[in-house]
């Protein structure tokens, strides 16, 4: 997505600057061994025609019974214009679809994005997506959702572009991971139906991205190197049982649970754009799927009119470069088949009917101005009674890692201590349309210095910028920076959020300390603060930003870890709180003696501090688990650990070659047997649990087919859902004290132990809950590339039950 505009001459001519000097490759490799032609690429991606037509199948017949008839009377004009963008002047939506005024269809409003409505006022800051997969509570993953939904609806948007489970979290330092709700296909998939269902009941329609294999920021457009030779956008190249095993897999679920829309992303797929991958759309997602929405394109992801029409692309965004008036010439001349128009205007106008957006819903766009700085009419978008449900979002999304001598919760602490940048809100806020206030004030110190070195990856997210190189450059004595910090309640890009007030943790603390009579003491910008020898407890907040359109430099920066160890070497009680944005090493102060806690506090949302000070106190208790792999070391994910890059004959295509298959997150780790420092699933809680009496019942005794025979539905063919088997466990709590537990089950498949099942269960003090997990065909089948099928084998699955990847108590076996 585009990012925000911005109200800073500065921020202008910075990025007037890169654009003119950055590089999106090498020019230094020999020019006769560069492949220059795209034309070597051909055959790469197999080629699926034509491209299948929505039929209604499912619950959809209805709504294609009403889009028929209304299709119908349109012109080829106004069938045209239902398939491309427009950039409407009188709103500011991220996009828009023309009205059809005499058939009384008012037009689409797309918007930003999964945390909120993005770049207006009088909305929520919800907590961020991954921050939702860190509570692995899908019940909770669905208030929010409808939550959100129903902002966008209050602020006439029709469709809301998330939410992410591309990037899947394949590269670890990748820019976008946040947007994300896990690096694991079976917590994604869950989570995002859970957030598609929940959101459409509003009525607003839901446009899962980035379709697929988008894993990196860098190169994801095509450029120009240092010679000004062009670079294509990087390649996904990646074998069919991968794709279909972790890529697609959360998509399945989403399309599944009724996605009015997918958006196509700006990486190739084997050598052939995700946007006119006639495998990937008309194949895969239109063929296999049976999806029955239409296909928008990311904004600009388009680069071709004829080819992405014949592949299965039904909306062009944000306006008609290839589309528009191309588009009708090509139906007229006969290079695009008038039917394969008429599916476009048909999966459009079904997804609007479907979503009952007929029939009383908001005026497009009137809550989103086209600048907010400027005089409109206010429009209330906070959906009522959201208080309570943000605020518990941003509690179960926090994970307690370490916690010895019983550092938390504290207890009336008479003096505690706060050190480092994260503590307070930013001070210069991002008013709804990018304007910065006091942007200069962040140049002061190196706290500061690294604040608006973020918000400048913030603003400037687009394009393959490296920012450490041309910022010195450009503003003298900059600093060459390891990485970004900012204080904010999400990550940027066109994933962030626009909070009507920020509680930063100092502020709850602050409000905390009045109520317990607690000395504060505090210092936020000295790298070696003084430490009062009597605190009670030292408290050290820092973070670690991303933003769409940058990969991450690195999974942690010299100046915060030398913070918290100046901090530590003097107070015998520290506790380190990270905000992050995707995954942050510890390694480096982990195992001071002096630090007794540590807490990922991923990204909350505008109740940041409130939701923390809950949980430090021990009002709330911690439930959330990691949703990604926390190594010891940088090098132990390996060639994974960074984004690929043009070199060699590829100097001008980028080739980002999955080779790894299906060993990424955790089942890299098992594989490659590294012990993590914090493994997937992991998480503590002030209390204890057990677990015990596993149960695996077969569904039927009688012989299972090996491949599935149902006709295709939404998300595949019908069978893939049956219940083969349940799993039941017990859930005690044995630490005397009320808390909720991930209860997680992984099954052995193919050789890597993959979680297929996870309930989360309040258990109050002394007591039990059961967990009941249903394992379907799809749960314990393999792709089979020859058959192009989901194949059930007969033999022996282990099947294993805890509270993470690595911690699990109990073991049986299923027979099939």
Not at 272 to 289: D, M
Not at 579 to 597: M, W
Not at 636 to 642: A, K, P, S, V
């Amino acid at each position: 997505m585009q990012p925000p505009k911005v109200g800073v001459a500065l921020l202008a001519t910075l990025l007037h600057s890169c654009l003119s000097t950055a590089q999106s490759g090498s020019s230094s490799t020999d020019n006769a061994t560069v492949i220059t032609s795209e034309t070597y690429f051909y055959g790469q991606s197999p080629p699926v025609y034509p491209s299948p037509n929505g039929t209604g199948v499912g619950d959809w017949k209805a709504a294609y019974a009403k889009a028929e008839a209304f299709v119908s009377q349109l012109t080829l004009s106004e069938k045209v214009n239902l398939a491309t963008g427009w950039v409407d002047p009188s709103t500011g939506c991220s996009g828009s679809i023309l009205p059809i005024p005499r058939l009384g269809f008012p037009g689409f409003c797309l918007q930003d994005a999964t945390s909120g409505v993005r770049s207006v006022d009088y909305v929520n800051a919800y907590p961020s997506p991954l921050h939702i997969g860190a509570s692995w509570n899908r019940e909770l993953t669905s208030a929010l959702a409808k939550n959100v939904a129903t902002e966008f609806r209050l602020k006439g948007a029709n469709v809301i572009n998330g939410p992410v489970i591309g990037p899947l979290g394949r590269v670890t330092t990748g820019g976008r991971n946040w947007e994300g709700f896990a690096d694991d296909p079976y917590l994604s998939g869950q989570l995002a139906a859970q957030y598609v269902k929940a959101g459409q009941e509003v009525g607003v329609i839901m446009n899962t991205k980035h379709y697929i294999a988008n894993e990196q920021e860098y190169y994801r457009n095509p450029g120009t190197d240092g010679a000004g030779n062009a670079v294509a956008s990087v390649s996904s190249n990646l074998d069919d049982r991968t794709l279909h095993e972790l890529y697609l897999w959360p998509f399945a679920d989403a399309v599944r649970a009724g996605s009015g829309a997918i958006m196509c992303s700006y990486n190739r797929v084997n050598n052939s754009h995700a946007c006119q991958n006639s495998k990937t759309l008309n194949g895969i997602l239109k063929g296999e799927l049976g999806f029955q929405g239409f296909v928008c394109s990311d904004w600009g992801a388009v680069h071709s009119g004829v080819a992405s029409a014949l592949s299965g692309l039904d909306m062009e965004m944000p306006s008609g470069i290839y589309f528009g008036s191309y588009l009708y010439a090509a139906v007229t001349n006969g290079s695009v088949p008038l039917s394969r128009l008429d599916d476009m205007a048909m999966r459009i106008i079904a997804t609007w009917y479907q979503m009952g957006q007929d029939a009383n819903f908001t005026t497009r766009g009137v809550g989103i101005p086209i600048n907010p700085d400027l005089p409109h009419t206010p429009v209330n978008g906070k959906a009522p009674g959201s208080k309570a449900n943000i605020l518990q979002g941003a509690i179960e999304g926090h994970v307690l890692v370490k916690n010895v001598n019983n550092a938390l919760p504290l207890k009336e602490p008479a003096l505690l201590s706060i050190y480092g940048y994260d503590a307070p809100a930013q001070t210069a806020y991002n008013v709804p349309n990018g304007t910065l206030n006091d942007l200069a004030s962040y140049f002061t110190n190196p706290a500061g210095i690294q604040g608006a070195y973020a918000i400048l990856e913030y603003f400037l997210g687009f394009g393959s910028l490296n920012l450490t190189a041309w910022i010195p450059t450009l503003i003298p004595g900059f600093p060459k920076l390891e990485k970004a910090n900012i204080k904010s309640p999400s990550g940027g890009g066109s994933g962030s959020s626009s909070p009507p007030y920020i509680s930063s943790p100092f502020e709850a603390l602050s409000q905390r300390a009045y109520e317990d009579s607690t000395s504060l003491y505090w210092d936020f910008t000295s790298p070696t603060p003084q430490v009062d020898p009597t605190s009670t407890a030292c408290l050290v907040f820092i973070n670690a930003f991303a933003t769409e359109s940058l990969d991450r430099s690195g999974t942690h920066d010299a100046y915060s870890d030398n913070l918290i160890l100046s901090v530590a070497s003097r107070c015998a009680n520290t506790i380190v709180v990270l905000h992050n944005a995707g995954i942050r090493l510890v390694d480096t102060f982990a195992d001071h003696p002096n630090i007794s806690a540590i807490v990922y506090a991923h990204l909350p949302g505008q109740d940041s501090g409130r939701a923390l000070v809950k949980l430090l106190y021990g009002e709330e208790n911690f439930s959330g688990k990691l949703p990604y792999t926390v190594a010891r070391n940088e090098s132990d994910y390996g060639n994974l650990y960074t984004h690929a890059v043009p070199s060699g004959a590829f100097a001008r295509f980028p080739q980002s070659d999955f080779t790894e298959g299906l060993a990424i997150g955790y089942r890299a780790f098992e594989a490659k047997n590294i012990t993590p420092r914090y493994e997937f699933g992991f998480g503590l809680s002030y209390t204890k649990f057990q677990f015990l009496g596993l149960q695996i019942r077969k569904v039927s005794n009688g012989t299972l087919p090996p491949y599935p025979t149902g006709e295709i539905i939404p998300g595949g063919r019908a069978d893939l859902w049956d219940n083969v088997a349940v799993v039941t466990a017990q859930v005690a709590n044995v630490g005397g004290i009320d808390g909720a537990e991930v209860a997680q089950l992984y099954v052995t498949l193919g050789g890597y132990r993959q979680l297929r099942g996870f309930e989360k269960v309040f258990v109050g003090r002394n007591g039990s809950a059961e967990v009941s997990f249903g394992l379907t065909r799809r749960d314990l089948s393999s792709w089979d590339v020859q058959a192009q099928e989901w194949v059930l084998k007969e033999g022996e699955y282990e099947v294993a039950v805890g509270a993470s990847s690595k911690d699990l108590r109990l073991v049986g076996t299923l027979s099939l």
